[in-house]
């Protein structure tokens, strides 16, 4: 069997062994035991009470998350679990709620509260109007129970299985045509022109599995809910749910009733399910919002691409190169100044380029970056940073970017010190301060506007200083460490002299001039992505969970490939023009997939979502620029170092006189 075969295998069992991962479920978190009755001395202990937290209200068309309380549901209790870094940066909310649900006990109507708005009353109708326009912008509960969203499953036209979302909308809306919008779509009362509609009511279907010789304990495996609008009887505490019930509906501003009253209730409904298992009981929800199928043709399209680019890249190295390298080394008389192709700039290769100070530092904060993902989807791949860890993915990628400062500093250093830079502390504060210091900026001034509009998501003030001392107090020390430790080593000497005067570069072809390989190099390392792209996108502005991280690490190192090959041929094609400004080009040519990804960003945002408003679009192209620049210095690195390797192999081996 040949090395390249072999090859192969070894990378075939190891992408086998990633998918599988998908499989491990939740390390860490042990069940939760619900019997009828609370467990008496003796008896394995579990709970009789099953507990509901109410998050933030998102929206598909809409950016900004608010608060619970914001739209002024019945009262949240006090009852608020510990959160985590990346929860409170993701702006989750998360408090308990009024519901008190006992395992086992089926309830058909219960009354939550009662909330009564009158019109006389300013303060009043700014509650409701706020109300009305969450419910035309589709907002949505969601629910927490047994550490699991609570899910709204509805039938999708050609689809077998119902649809599960994580949320459920608080109303639906029918525009002034009669044409129902949204959740009022499966609704046949609700038609009436120009109106909105709440729903006020909540049947909770409560799915639970038996384990065996468990005698009276059981798992909750499944909390669906149907979202329902009832306009309950006006005077009083009385409830009523039937099923033809009329649906409530509510009008603010000059339309709104001089007394309106919203009464919030719920049904309780307990189902034994013996055929899922509390260890699958994430399965129904995640399988719909990913296609296996979709992702394997992603992963095979990738690895054709990096087929060919291996392909290219051999034929390089094993025949061209070797050829010439052949024609070099041998001992002839022929003039040497008859020599063409890369070999004639072996004295102008490795001289510095413009701006090295600069290069090296993006190249410090490329490698922290390359490093933090790599170990944040290898521990997200084993089920660690699952979805049921809410927060985990954030709060890993946070501590470990703090941490991973000293691999910044000391390949900053690193670099820097082989251009022949001498000013150690201005590139030590340039690492530590300009790529997170434009990032915390952005993060900043969006925040402000999250602040202005009174959202959840914005990031408390206290947060944004813990960020600050992780940042001044670790970060900055750690990459002083290591920028100390890479300019203590030796320079790292080049495997050819420099010439003192710069050889004149001939005129070039279109195709190997600077920018045009700059924007050719980015095509091939985004088209490996660009699937797995659209699902990550989905996860962050759709609010789906995303939980393939075997097929997302698979991805990862399928574009490091790409990016390394991609930029070892260009640099090629441009050493053999004659051209030996390599060293930005390198960086560039891969870290231009950054400039497709954004681009990409623009089609999601224009064809993909139905968000407006300038508050929506600002928060949506802040967000995305800060995605395009750290992935910029991820992939810009990775294209550097690779050529790099590259440049000096086969320099290292040319005979010279």
Known sequence: MSKFSAALVVAAVFGHFILACNAFYLPGLAPISYCKLPASSGEPACQSKLQVFVNRLDSTESIIPYDYDKFDFCPASN??????????????????????????????????????????????????????????????????????PVTWCYPVQGEDKPYCATGFPIGCSVNAKGQPQDACVAFTNMNQKDSVYIFNHIDFEIEYHT?????????????????????????????????????????????AAPTQTIKYSYAVHFKENMGVSWASRWDYILKSFHRPSIQWFSIVNSILIILFLSG???????????????????????????????????????????????????????????????????????????????????????????????????????????????????????????????????????????????????????????????????????????????????????????????????????????????????????????????FILNSIWSHQTYYMFGFLLLVYIILVITCAETTILLCYFHLCAEDYHWWWRSFLTSGCTALYFFMYSLYYYRYKMEMTGMANSMLFFGYSLIMATVFFTFTGSIGFFACLLFVRKIYSIVKLD
Not at 351 to 360: A, H, I, N, T
Not at 471 to 490: E, I
Request: charged share 15%.
């Open 312 to 534: 290219m890249v051999g034929m390089i190295l094993i025949r061209t190169i070797h050829r010439d390298l052949v024609r070099y080394n041998q001992d002839s008389t022929e003039d040497p100044q008859e020599e063409f192709g890369w070999k004639l700039v072996h004295g102008d290769v490795f001289r510095p380029p413009r701006f090295g100070m600069l290069l090296s530092v993006l190249l410090g904060n490329g490698i922290q970056v390359t490093t933090m993902s790599f170990l944040a989807l290898l521990f997200a791949s084993f089920g660690f940073l699952s979805p049921s860890n809410r927060g985990s993915l954030m709060t890993f990628v946070l501590v470990f970017y703090v941490l991973l400062g000293s691999s910044a500093g000391f390949v900053a250093a690193r670099v820097y010190k082989m251009f022949g830079g001498e000013k150690w502390k201005s590139n030590v504060l340039m690492t530590s301060f300009l790529v997170p210091g434009f990032i915390f900026g952005l993060f900043f001034l969006l925040n402000l506007i999250l602040w202005y509009k009174g959202s959840s998501g914005a990031v408390p003030f206290t947060t944004l200083l813990v960020i600050l001392v992780l940042w001044f107090c670790v970060t900055t020390p750690l990459t002083l460490v290591g920028a100390f430790v890479g300019f203590r080593k030796p320079a790292i000497e080049n495997p050819v002299r420099t010439n003192q005067i710069p050889r004149q570069i001939p005129s070039q072809v279109l195709y190997v001039r600077p920018l045009v390989g700059i924007l050719m190099g980015g095509i091939l390392p985004f088209g490996c992505i660009f699937i797995q792209l659209f």
């Open 211 to 255: 384990p065996a010789n468990a005698g009276s304990v059981h798992r909750i495996v499944a909390i669906n809910v149907t979202p329902r609008s009832i306009e309950h009887p006006a005077a009083g505490n009385e409830v009523k749910c039937q099923n033809d019930a009329k649906p409530l509906r509510i009008m603010a501003g000059a339309k």
């Open 79 to 148: 009852d608020r679990p510990a959160e985590n870094l990346g929860q409170v940066l993701f702006g989750e909310r998360i408090r308990g709620s009024l519901l008190n649900i006992s395992v086992l006990e089926k309830k058909d109507c219960v009354l939550i509260c009662k909330k009564s708005y009158e019109k006389a009353k300013p303060a009043d109708m700014k509650h409701l109007e706020f109300l009305v326009r969450g419910i035309r912008k589709n907002y949505e509960h969601h629910w927490i129970s047994d550490n699991m």
